[in-house]
């Protein structure tokens, strides 16, 4: 049994994180912290909780020492704050973008911002455990990736890496959903505004080109991804249509085969390509709440066009779920627990 | 060919306004006032009208004078500026709830404030066509009913009239969309908060039973409305369920025929009810943009229970169409001017 | 460990009882049975359940004897095969309608069919543990409720009971998610056709006032309950607004009191009645994937009007959970195990 | 005056021929054939239409001979029926695929079967009005393009034209809502499947990229283009994201240049590049109804990628809209009459 106290719990990430931990057979949850919601029940914040939980917020300097602590702050908050989060915990998971990228050049070109701590960015681990499962098991330090990068490296890693596919021009086209932007509310979360929406939100320039690039590099040398971001109607859900070109005359049975061989034991990536149904292709509906990362892809053979698509939950596989992965791995617990639920359908 | 100017127009009723104005044959759309939005171009707010119009916001301190000024402000704005409003225009269409009841003391019981112009109460009609056709014809001033009053009370008034159900307990139980609330944003108005709910909004203690109460009375005999609103995931569109019991061994055909009665040469009232189809009953999803009112019904014989339903478009023949509708009856232009669009399907 | 076997395991309710008995730590899933899908993977028609169970469909011709079995049969269906099932297994629990009503005239008042096995009607129970529990522990046979008479009855029993609400004219406006129709499709269930919709569905004469009435009976005596039945744009949930008049001068603590009495210690019903937050009244969005029945009011003193708004997921609560939880009280295991689920926000 | 009949009316594409053409000054509609629904109302089928039209459907043997015939038929029926048609109507808009591609053996590459009027092909003009305007004035007969490849023409047409891009690697990533699979359901429509998702339709070899490569051919060199469709929950309106490299060191301006040269003066293509409010980007949900195509784009001058974006409402510039342009520009009509509606805002 462990305590884990989170940090900036009151967010979507952070609410999910509870709801997780809390049905975890072997954590503790010692202290939520949130700025603005000081002393107010956890369950007001969270309406799924009500019944699970009697936590209140409480303020981040009554913060106490625990066995690890998970850090769910908007981007540049956690930068400034991480030297007093060290004294409180040896094992950290920081979810925001602040330490996921190796480089502080490469921070300061897509954050504009100079980096406050620069000699910490290579202490980190980047937390994805498909990649990074043995560096994960003895972090100290780990940052839980952007959700778009998660999926799209996912989906890409095998392809990269045998050399499947050109490393040029291969354009991700996201679809994300409303709850991928937090609660922060405005009026383009407006819901007269936002609801019916196709919403071209990073046509271009998409921030987590940079930890796709850097995670996807081999030898030194980056693949050119570029990351196209459209908002739609959907709370809760990712997918990721990824256009790429295979180098050579490759077949469906080679993608199926570089992919399986990757991922044929992981617990939570499935390859999904049916014949038949109307779930052929991965779907994020029914990844709600789940640690899934599904994909499928579809060759066509004629041009070399390999449509490689990847599909997560962005507050499951996206951000809170592969955060308990990610701390399950570094305590020793089954990789699988407080991830059981398998989703739901229909919904 | 008259001049109409719209004080408040950045709003979303105020937009369904100018946007039936400026196809409208016989009006000059002269200006529109904003108080956050002056000197910005019109189709920034209102997407819609982009190639349609170049007019910008004027302040309100530079409205000039018109041949018709219709007033979208929030409630209780509009009362204290009424007086200088009618300098500017001997014809003004209020929008909000300021001058819909006749006595102030029900104000005042309903809106837990003072009225600021008691006096004018009485010189303003209640804008209504199928009830109040012949006074509007002759008015200077006119309300516009509140969106779930003018569906219920249309729904209600040939069985109240012809007293063909009990004057109690008639439960109105209204499914509400989004862009009722307006442009103001907040917390729960915010996509993942507001997105798939249904939520009580107002379980009891609706204002509008004011103004159904009001106009529902017969020789001074109020009937007892109980109005009940819940939102669910929808912009535009308002059904009301409007449960009653029938007075007497009534049958379908008693109902239809005072429907038939009084609104059978009603442009803008279809009564619907269909033995088969998809769109047995009214539906406001077919309504959008449209000022069609359409009621339907359904009587138990077994127990005398009738169930009455009607749908509009809150913004259509709720605000911003029975406000045309009006200023139509109150120049003299045929009164469908302006309100052709017949509605789309599927949506 | 128990074995259990669920015929006509396709359909959605169906399905739903197989992801919560995968994961349910007593129980061995046997057999799975649908007519149109023999020997192919459960996976492909429930997605949810790739990677979670390699089980494909049986014949029913082929059904084995094992512990409990679970009917999950269009209406009419399990009636005629009951007496085939009681051979395979001494306990049952059917999901249809075929079973809920202790009268064989009152079935074909409201089925408009003879009952082909009136004899059956007095041993099953009506599986609503909070009402049955006792007898539910000794039960063999234990028909599911409908899941409009689950809410509505939960919502309103403590106030029946306690006589707090006048008998009569007891309105019950629920609110419907498209699953609650099952998987078979129509021109009526066609997306453009059924998205956007606010469809009176059965504004009259709904089927679940003869089981409402027949459990809220209290010496004899059923108070007057009407149902009226409105689908929504949403799969999943259910939402009863239920309009009453309370009797005598009550108070709101009052109504908490009863509430609270009757289920102060039921794991599955939250009251909940909040000052602010966007969740001040049930909510079903939160509940999708629970067993949750959530249950709030609000009381005008001045009219003595009581608005009661109940919420469940109708796949959860209003069917496949309650069906796990009745299993549990059978079978002696704890009544929350498999049901642990605490639902998703956002969503 | 013109008469006009519809053959193929009953559809989603048909019944909005008829709601444009009902409100069309100079269109007598005469007839509106249907295989399934002879002798019904069309307000049945088409329920925005209720009181608009007293018009049934007839039987295809009953048509009339008329000033234009509009053929709305599925594909590969109308081929076989043009012959007949021809001595009905000295002009025809087909709204299927059947004569949109100029050479048989295209045809029969995409759409797998011989084509069984290749002699008429080359008589059918593709009704692009922005790329077409004075072939269609001296028409006969004219073929509507797809709707992906309506939209995606359009905004790629002023780029290839003037050579601002690579005419390799162009990927058009198309959202797409459900009223583009016409009224036939399946299971894959059942709303509580077709809900919530973000299904992958077509990754690749999506039909419409033969019409594109097609009309963007010059000097007889097709672009290389790519089409994926990924299916939303959305009913009417179509998004295409299109990701393309510059050819060469342009600026932003080189591209709003192009645009306004090739556009400047077109009545229903707007372009959509805001700086701010929350509809920079062209936004299909504002567009339903209307026969807008607004055109947007971003550059990313560091890497030389250009987004471009197109929406549409897929009913309306993707099919019937359209079809009412040209149906003006045949007959010498102006161009927008029929065409007037705004769209709406909230929706």
Chains 1, 2, 3, 4 share one sequence.
Not at 2 to 7: C, E, F, G, K, Y
Not at 81 to 106: E, N, Q, S
Not at 138 to 158: H, M, N, Q, R, T
Not at 276 to 289: H, M
């Amino acid at each position: 049994m462990i305590t884990v106290s989170v940090v900036g719990g009151s967010g979507y990430a952070g609410g999910e994180v509870l709801r997780l931990l809390l049905s975890h057979p072997d954590v503790r949850l010692q202290q939520v912290t949130s700025q603005s919601h000081v002393n107010e029940l956890v369950a007001i914040t969270h309406p799924n909780l009500r019944g699970r939980t009697d936590l209140v917020y409480s303020d981040l300097v009554d913060l106490e020492s625990c066995d690890l602590l998970i850090v769910s702050l908007p981007n540049g908050l956690s930068m400034a704050k991480m030297p007093g989060f060290r004294k409180m915990a040896r094992r950290i998971i920081d979810l925001g973008a602040d330490f996921r990228l190796k480089k502080p050049a490469v921070w300061e070109e897509w954050y504009q911002t100079p980096h406050r701590q620069p000699d910490l960015l290579s202490d980190f681990i980047y937390g994805l455990p498909e990649i990074h499962r043995n560096v994960i098991k003895k972090a100290d330090l780990v940052a839980g990736p952007g959700c778009e990068a998660a999926v799209s490296i996912l989906s890409l890693y095998p392809l990269i890496k045998n050399r499947l596919i050109k490393p040029e021009n291969i354009i991700i086209d996201a679809k994300m959903g409303s709850s991928q932007g937090g609660n922060h509310f405005s009026f383009a979360s407006h819901h007269p505004e936002r609801a019916n929406v196709v919403r071209s939100y990073e046509p271009t320039r998409h921030r987590h080109e940079a930890e796709i690039n850097q995670e996807l590099s081999i030898n030194g040398e980056s693949p050119r991804v570029f990351v196209s971001a459209t908002a739609i109607d959907m709370v809760r859900g990712l997918l990721v249509t990824i256009h790429t070109t295979v180098s050579g005359n490759l077949r469906e049975t080679d993608i199926w085969q570089a992919f399986r061989q990757e991922y044929g034991s992981e617990p939570f990536i499935r390859i999904v390509k049916q014949k038949q149904g109307n779930y052929r292709f991965p779907e994020p509906k029914i990844l709600s709440g789940t640690n899934y990362c599904d994909i499928g892809f579809e060759l066509d053979q004629s041009t070399g066009r390999l449509v490689v698509i990847g599909a997560i939950d962005n507050l499951g596989k996206g951000t809170a779920g592969n955060c308990v992965q990610c701390m399950n791995i570094m305590f020793g617990f089954p990789e699988t627990w407080g991830l059981e639920f398998a989703g739901l359908h229909p919904i």
